[in-house]
């Protein structure tokens, strides 16, 4: 009894040896498969791989957040050949889910009399937790202040490009660059920058 204990008590401190000395200089891979069974590895695999796609497939959904939002902002508009404005704003929108929604926006270019709206489709793309990715496609239409020169008006596309960053789970604020090409009688590109603050309902 004592021989087979003490045959048993050194194979023990043997194996302790072995997996000290061996096991830290060991690859990751190598490890995972000196104490699993390679049957088991095949059935981890497939069940990683299985949560993977789920994650993937899940994510978007759990994610979305229908809603809609109203914003306000203030910017400074440039063009060529007249100028800078100072301008302020407001938005209003509705979200599908967190990747696409549709807004409308209202800006008062005050240093030139002018006021433009716009309704566009707006695009997110999660770059973190808090920040986004923002892009913005739609129509303005835009008109001279009665008092103006000109007393001028159009249609012309918007384009825009921006970042969101939320400072909770309904309030977030946003810089962005807006451009309005000069396709019908605007007579200059408008290009606008602005920063502002959204609050989801």
Known sequence: MLDEAATRSGRVLL????????????PMGLILQYFIHPRRMQLMKKFMMAMLLTAVVVA?????????????????????GYGNS????????????????????????????????????????????????????GMSYWTESPTGKYKASGVD???????????????????????????????TNLNTFLIGVNYRF
């Open 157 to 187: 596309p918007l384009l825009g490009l921006g970042l969101s960053y939320s400072l909770t789970r309904a309030v977030s604020i946003r810089a962005e660059y807006q451009f309005v090409p000069h396709f019908n009688g605007l007579g």
């Open 86 to 137: 100072a301008d302020f704003g407001l938005t209003a929108g509705y979200n599908f889910n967190q990747s696409i929604g549709v807004e409308g926006g209202y800006e008062s270019l005050m240093g030139y009399e002018m006021t433009l709206l716009s309704v566009s489709a707006l695009g997110r793309y999660r770059i973190s937790d808090h920040i986004h990715l923002l892009g913005l496609l």
């Open 15 to 26: 194996r302790h040896e072995l997996f000290c000395t061996f096991i830290p200089s060991m």
């Open 60 to 80: 978007p959904a759990a994610h979305a957040s229908p809603g809609f939002d109203f914003g306000a902002n203030i910017a400074r508009t440039t063009t060529s």
